[in-house]
Structures are given as structure tokens and as C-alpha cells.
């Protein structure tokens, strides 16, 4: 795949360059907790000030339109300064843009405070494409929404791709057409959002290790309790996936039982029962399968992460960790167990990506690839 990369444009000098960036971090109160995507664009953005560009920088952070980039501002000062504007357009910020040096670096307030981007406002789009002269998307992570400022802006400037989304687009695609034993890995809680992948890779994989809610669903199908675990909220036609002889559910389970947690096996679930993980005995089972593997694909955790059922995708971090496999992994709970372990160099690659991440794989291209892509500028 062919898409139009910043880091083949040198002559920036003096020009702005815009820069859609994934700046969705979690947060503990005003401070970043998690830098794995910030980290991540700093090279892009580095790149550009060596290259004498004046960087404008927009993204957005939470589901709350009225949520500040402020944190953001105070992490990214801490690497080079930057100035703070609250609005894309007005004296102010009229004023400023004159003034800027190449090098200098600037950060702009929540996109999603104005409704226009998210509705892919054609208007907002020209609006924040007169800022600049170039535009860069950064931001792999929302690149399958299409929100203005990752598919409109493209119609009317020179764009590319940054550093590291040319990188999520390289490491992913590789995926596409893996070295057998190829182990697919799926968690979480959405098995709609996750059967495109199951489908695109069914006749691919070799293995299909299903864990989380999905797993539940699973169970439903096979008549056993699941008590009060979460479901998908729209449950799909399993019935081809579980013919393969492919798929490998929890032989264990992890439930909470009025205060107490306790480990059985799926045909022992009590009607009030929560299931929370994968239990010790199914981390066993698939540890000789990931030691075979030559390709690995995870995305989405064995158990309900947030709720602290962590000990079953932690064990599976470690023992994919320890393979000598190519290993492709992405969603938040899954990086986070990652983090928790401080196993990032057991990965071939960590993908920004969630959402994103699991449509490339299924459709292989994104809204914002096409983008750039149709560009007629560049």
C-alpha cells in the first residue's frame, strides 16, 4: 500500500504544516497517565521542526466535547515549547500565527468542541485547512472516523501521513498475509465489532483464541450459564467460526460469587455468577500454541480489565512475550497489561489503535488512508 509520507518533503522551511494528532490519553486529573501515544508522534513533530516548519498541532481528547487539551499542552512542553490557543480562528489567534518562527510549535483546544467535526463539516474542514500549507494526519488511532479533520482537510491541501502512521499502515499490513502457524487472539466486549476480523481471517488462521466477553457469548451458545457476565449487545451467527475446529475458549473462568472470587470451569457457573476472566488453567493450554506460532495477532483482553480481572491477560502477555513469533498487538486493556508488565520489547509491534486497528485489518484501508490517498494535491 502506497500512501504519501512526510518524511519525503524537505522543503519545509517557513511553512505551517498541520498536524491531526492521537492526543486521546487517559488521564489522572490534569495529568497524563499513559504517554504510549504521545510518545509516538514526537518524532513526526520533531522531523517537522528540523525541518524549519511552523507546526500547528489539533486532535481531540474524550468522549466530552467540553474536555481540555490543557494536559496535553503541559506533557508536550516538557519535550519543546509550545504556545496554547484556544480556537482555531479570531484576533488572537490570527495575531499569533503571523508572528511564528519556523520551529515553533503550536497546540490548539479540542477539536470536538465545535460540532462541525465530527460531522465531517465541509466548512469546518476549509476553515482549518486556510491555516496551513501542508497538512500531516497523525493520528492512526481515529483515522477510521470520518470527521473533518481526517478526511476533509485533505480535499484541500498537500497531505501525508506521519512517521508513525506509515508505520501502524507497514506493521499491520504484514499481518494480511502471515507466516503459518498464524494464532489470532480476540477479546473484550463487542463481538459485532469483532467478526469482521473473524471473518476476514477464519480461513487464514491456524488457531482462533477467544477470550473476554466474547467468550460468553460462546458459552450462551453451547448452553451453558453465564449468569450476570456481560454479552455482546448484538450477538452474531457463530455457527461457521465454531465449526472450524479452530477456536480455543476459557477451559476456566474467573467469577465473582456473591463477595467472593473463586475459579471453576464454564459448565459450573451459577446463575448470579459474574464472569470476570480466564482462569490459570486456560493460560496453561495456550501456552505451548503460542510457542508454535510463527505470527500472532491480539487484540482485546481474556478478562474484564477495568473491573481488575486482570491476572488472565496479563498471563497471556507473558507467554506471548516469550515466543519467538512476529507479534502484532493493539486495543487499550491489551496495552495496558502490556505496560503493567513493562513487556514492550516481547512485541514485534504495539499499535496506537483500537477501533482503528481491527478495520484496516478487515477492510485493509481507512477513511483517513483514503484521504490522503485521493489527495489531488500532493
Known amino acids: 500500500m502506497t500512501i504519501p509520507s512526510i518524511e519525503t518533503v524537505f522543503n519545509l522551511s517557513g511553512k505551517r504544516v498541520l498536524v ?35 507546526v500547528l498541532l489539533m486532535g481531540h481528547i474524550g468522549r466530552d466535547p467540553v474536555a481540555t ?9 516538557k519535550q519543546f515549547p509550545v504556545t496554547f490557543l484556544k480556537s482555531f480562528k479570531g484576533e488572537e489567534t490570527t495575531s499569533y500565527l503571523k508572528t511564528m518562527r519556523d520551529g515553533d510549535v503550536v497546540l490548539f483546544e479540542n477539536l470536538r468542541r465545535d460540532p462541525r467535526e465530527a460531522a465531517n463539516d465541509s466548512e469546518f474542514a476549509k476553515e482549518l485547512a ?32 506521519g512517521i508513525r502512521f506509515s508505520e501502524e499502515v507497514a506493521a499491520l ?42 467468550a460468553n457469548d460462546i458459552f450462551v451458545k453451547q448452553g451453558f450459564e453465564v449468569g450476570t457476565s456481560l454479552l455482546s449487545e448484538n450477538p452474531v451467527d457463530m455457527d461457521e467460526l465454531l465449526m472450524t475446529g479452530k477456536v480455543h475458549i476459557p477451559k476456566d473462568v474467573v467469577v465473582r460469587r456473591g463477595g467472593q472470587i473463586l475459579t471453576t470451569t464454564p459448565d459450573k457457573v451459577l446463575q448470579n455468577d459474574y464472569i470476570g476472566d480466564a482462569g490459570p488453567e486456560t493460560i496453561k493450554e495456550l501456552a505451548p500454541i503460542m510457542s508454535k506460532a510463527k505470527t500472532i495477532l491480539w487484540n482485546g483482553p481474556l478478562g474484564n480489565y477495568e473491573e481488575k480481572f486482570k491476572e488472565g491477560t496479563l498471563g497471556l502477555a507473558r507467554i506471548i512475550s516469550e515466543s519467538d513469533a512476529v507479534s502484532v498487538v493493539g486495543g487499550g486493556d491489551t496495552l495496558a497489561a502490556i505496560q503493567e508488565l513493562d513487556l514492550h520489547n516481547g512485541f514485534t509491534f504495539i499499535s496506537t489503535g483500537g477501533g482503528a486497528m481491527l478495520q484496516f485489518l478487515a477492510d485493509e484501508t481507512l477513511p483517513g488512508i483514503r484521504a490522503l490517498q485521493d489527495n489531488h494535491l500532493t
Open 20 to 54: 491531526r494528532c492521537s492526543f486521546n490519553v487517559p488521564l489522572l486529573g490534569k495529568d497524563v497517565v499513559d504517554d504510549f501515544r504521545l510518545k509516538k508522534i514526537l518524532p513526526t513533530i520533531q522531523l517537522l521542526r528540523d525541518r524549519g516548519a511552523k
Open 173 to 214: 499490513s504484514k499481518t494480511l498475509d502471515p507466516e503459518s502457524p498464524f494464532v489470532l487472539v480476540l477479546g473484550g466486549a463487542k463481538f459485532d465489532t469483532k467478526w469482521p476480523l473473524i471473518q476476514k481471517f477464519i480461513d487464514i488462521a491456524d488457531q482462533i483464541v477467544i477470550g473476554g466477553a466474547l
Open 69 to 77: 487539551l490543557a494536559p496535553i499542552n503541559d506533557y508536550l512542553n
Open 130 to 161: 486556510s491555516l496551513a500549507d501542508i497538512y500531516v494526519n497523525e493520528a492512526f488511532t481515529v483515522s477510521h472516523r470520518e470527521h473533518a479533520s481526517i478526511v476533509g482537510v485533505a480535499k484541500h491541501v498537500p497531505s501525508y501521513a
